[in-house]
Structures are given as structure tokens and as C-alpha cells.
């Protein structure tokens, strides 16, 4: 399984249709999904890591209580994400609302997921300037 990789800015039109990128395009199946993400952002997966991530989930016992949470916040706000022979995706109105897509979106590459943002929270929220210390906390997860 490749990775997602690179960044890239599109619009989002009024019915809610985003064109996925063609090197991102290559890596989607039919069993791809979309859904919420953290920072309010939407995450794109592939079918694979999709039935992956979901089996995690549902392994989860039902009396952990974050556990129920996090699988409620990722699997009930999920859908099926189909491309267009144009290689567009439509992205549900509620994910639209969740993540503040208007119009100008970036379609970030983060490994196993894509990572769909409005242009402007994207400029707001993903800053580098604490990169020093997040880089010396990565030493205690081996990287």
C-alpha cells in the first residue's frame, strides 16, 4: 500500500463536487470513505485501511466509554466516496458544514489518509513555528 503525499489547492463547487488530484486518485477504490476529522478538517481513506481502521473500532469494548465516542465520531458521520469520470468526489452537505467548506479547499497528503480543509483554516491552524519541540516529543514514539 503507497502512501498519500504533497498538497494540493481546488475549489469545491456549489453542489458540493471536489476534484481529487490525479496522483491521489491513483490510490482511491471504490471502497473508499470520508468522513470527520480531527481540527476540523475532513480525512479521505482508502477502502482498505478504511475496513482497517473500522475493524479497530468495532473491536473496542462497548463499556469504553472514549472508545464509544471516538468510534461514534468517526463511523456515523462516514460515507461512501464514489468518483466521477471526472475525478470529482461529492462531499455530504453535514461534512461540508463540519469542516467549513465554502469554496477554495487544500487536499492534503498525510500517509494513510487524505485530508480535505478550508483554504483559510488551513492557513490559521496548520503553522510550523512550534516544529522544534514537536519534533524532540517525536523521540519518545521512535522517530
Avoid at 456549489?14 to 473508499?32: C, N, Q, T, V, Y
Avoid at 481502521?53 to 472514549?66: C, M, V
Avoid at 471526472?86 to 497528503?109: S, W
Avoid at 494513510?112 to 512550534?130: G, Q
Wanted: proline share 3%; net charge negative.
Amino acid at each position: 500500500m503507497s502512501e498519500f503525499i504533497s498538497q494540493y489547492a481546488h475549489s469545491i463547487d456549489a453542489k458540493g463536487r471536489l476534484i481529487i488530484p490525479a496522483r491521489f486518485r491513483e490510490e482511491l477504490d471504490s471502497e473508499a470513505r470520508i468522513t470527520v476529522g480531527l481540527d476540523h478538517c475532513l480525512f479521505l481513506f482508502r477502502g482498505d485501511y478504511w475496513k482497517e481502521l473500522s475493524g479497530k473500532l468495532n473491536a473496542i469494548p462497548i463499556s469504553n466509554r472514549d472508545g464509544r465516542k471516538f468510534a461514534r465520531f468517526l463511523l456515523s458521520n462516514a460515507a461512501p466516496c464514489e468518483l466521477d469520470k471526472q475525478g470529482r468526489i461529492l462531499v455530504p452537505p453535514f461534512l461540508r458544514k463540519y469542516a467549513g467548506l465554502e469554496k477554495d479547499v487544500i487536499l492534503a497528503g498525510v500517509g494513510n489518509r487524505i485530508e480535505i480543509w478550508d483554504s483559510r483554516t488551513w492557513m490559521e491552524n496548520v503553522t510550523y513555528e512550534d516544529m522544534d519541540e514537536i519534533a524532540a516529543n517525536m523521540e519518545a514514539l521512535g522517530i
